[in-house]
């Protein structure tokens, strides 16, 4: 039933790199994109209409958080995720179960779900698919993700094995409890993301990825409308890792888009748009803004290296943000040797653009045919570096 | 030889109080007017454009801090303050004086100046009348502060005495070295403001108020461009400071734009409109969002507050700020308690707005003949507050 609210168009392909369109219920996605990271329903320090102009079209908020704090159902009695937090655009929420598998010693896991305690105040909690299906539907974003079991990225085949089959046998209970919310009137306009799991094991990724499409069509359903690839850059070797988006490249349907969770180096969104990756996720520019690392197309930098006291130059010559219009390296690192918040803002605006601005390239390129050529220079110029390439 | 560059104007008078521009080197701003404080070039957390967009035409920044760090040399370098900053319009450095004198157990005074210890690294400064001078002059700002020998609010005839008639020493040779820093082609427009000091004492407000006039026309100059009134809100009670306004009212030429320093409580703005007071700044605004207050027109009220959990409300329905156009007390309320910079930042912005806009009404009611009246009323109902109100 939520099938009329989403659509997936490819205008361009160059190899398994796809520019296209993401439609959803709250606007369209041009792909491939990279959506900034609003955990707490805030894209940390910025604000949407920062975020509107520097270009991002979807972001991104979290179930286990916002759950927590100020709760679901407070959101879901606000107007939902998006009218609460001013940001009136397409928007994804993450299911939580990164967050309640990283709380180590906190959880127990079984069958039913993930038992843990509250980072906040320590409460005992439970998650179940069936409970975050709740959790999500209240928060009512357009996309939401399937609860499944993550595990660290160089697990052994066992253990992927056993956290991707839960994983699925989750996804199907999901479905169901997705289904029943969703057939209520007056219901949220959402679709539920599959998560392909399997660790760094091709077989496990090529079984996961066709026993989450079987689930998809049993019963004559409208298929997935998207698919995410889960558990990677979390630990494994880079090459593990596109070897991997190779396999789901091959597995997963070629009409859906495809989100990559949690990967957002720039690196890493060039080599998984190369692999047909169509939509990306990190915290990492706005957690580099707080540490006061900067993006360059020569590198990852430190405003507060010496050298750019006096430095009368933008971070980047040419970058089109808002804080590059405007500011000099020496204003902002004035700013965060001093520790002001504006500092943080400008670091942060500048490198969520960056990202956003890289994906608006590669869409280009795709389209005109360059992306291959492109892509191969921006990854050497980005790799050789200036010298302050080396610099975190 | 700053003359042409400034200019007074008053439109509209009713008692005391005016409305009227006070024209500068980089813009005119309409007065009364409230100025926010960017100490380290920067008003906590928000964007010169937010700050331009709310109706901000004038803001400060601080020669102690900024000399500190990042270096009021460096400023120069950058193109000056403004530059630096990316805020284009008029701007105020304030001397330091407060700050020096404020470091209690770390200063020694002598005639020839303050020597006080860094609060960064604890390093010994000295500032002078002619040290500071040579500060502001590299900074830049439009209107520079005299250093001045500031004393607690409360102190007794004698200490007041003697730190006011040191004020006016030190004037004097701050004008020398202003005078000799702007004959130098290439400096830049600047106007010098004295401050009159004497503490809750009329008959010392009344000499320095004189003994500064005179000191201002002496050998031919062109008088003052602006006057400030220092020493008040330190402490002291609300009569006794508003007494020193009536004072320095009747005392202070009326044909040059006058500057209550350090004043920012919107009760003490519109007080200190009707004894004739043109130009206010505070730190409050953004101190409080860092606390989670914020002001209405029925007094100061904390967002932390648990009845505005489930609150669709603007902070102040009515408002026009970009915070209350968009946002409710219970998502506000949230990013408070999750600690996020967005939360201080849309408190912040709403509290600043909030005072500039009452300058803005308080100059209408000016033009309109009405100030008295609307004054009235408005004090009435902030002082009565709601139930709200109350808290802070």
Redesign the interface.
């Known amino acids: 039933m939520t099938g009329p609210d989403f659509a997936f168009t490819i205008d361009a392909t160059e190899g398994s790199a796809r520019a296209g369109a993401f439609t959803t219920p709250r606007g369209v996605v041009e792909t491939p994109a990279f959506m900034p990271v609003g955990t ?3 894209v ?6 920062e975020l509107r102009a520097m270009g991002a079209q979807m972001i991104l908020a979290n179930a286990y958080h916002l759950h927590l ?2 709760g679901d159902d ?1 959101v879901r ?3 939902g995720v998006q009218r ?3 940001w009136d655009g397409p928007m994804l929420t993450d299911s939580g179960g990164f967050q309640v598998f990283s709380l180590k010693s906190l959880n127990t896991i079984s069958e039913e779900g993930v038992e843990f305690r509250s980072h906040i105040d320590g409460s005992l909690r439970q998650f179940t698919p069936e409970s975050v299906m709740r959790i999500e539907t209240n928060l009512g974003a357009d996309v939401m993700m399937q609860f499944d079991h993550v595990i660290p990225g160089q697990s052994a085949h066992s253990a992927s094995k056993d956290a991707s089959e839960r994983s699925i046998r989750w996804l199907a209970r999901c479905r169901t409890e997705f289904d029943a919310l969703h057939a209520v009137e007056g219901a949220p306009r959402q679709a539920l993301f599959p998560i392909v799991q399997g660790g760094i094991h091709a077989d496990l990724r090529r079984e996961a990825a066709a026993a989450i499409g079987e689930l998809g069509t049993a019963g004559g359903a409208t298929p997935w409308q998207g698919w995410a690839i889960g558990g990677l850059s979390v630990g494994e070797a880079k090459p593990d890792m596109y070897a991997m988006l190779d396999v789901c490249d091959a597995a997963i349907p070629r009409d859906r888009p495809r989100y990559l969770m949690g990967v957002g180096y720039p690196e890493d969104l060039l080599e998984g748009v190369a692999r047909g990756v169509d939509l990306f996720d990190c915290v990492a520019p706005t957690r580099f803004g707080r540490t006061g690392a900067f993006l360059t197309a020569t590198g990852r930098v430190n405003i507060k290296r010496s050298e750019f ?2 430095d ?1 130059r933008p971070l980047e010559e040419g970058c089109g943000c ?1 804080t590059c219009r ?3 390296r ?2 902002i ?3 965060t ?2 520790e ?3 500092g ?2 400008l670091l942060s605006l500048h490198n969520v653009h960056f990202l956003i601005a890289l994906m608006r390239r590669a869409r280009e390129a795709i389209r005109a045919g360059t992306f291959s050529a492109w892509s191969r220079d921006w990854l050497a110029r980005f790799h050789a570096g200036s010298p302050q390439a080396t610099d975190s």
């Open positions: 707490l329903a805030t940390k320090s910025l604000d949407p209409v704090r100020p407070l009695d606000l107007g609460f937090s001013g006291r006096r009368p808002s405007r500011f000099s020496a204003y690192r004035h700013l040797a001093a002001e918040v504006l943080l803002r």
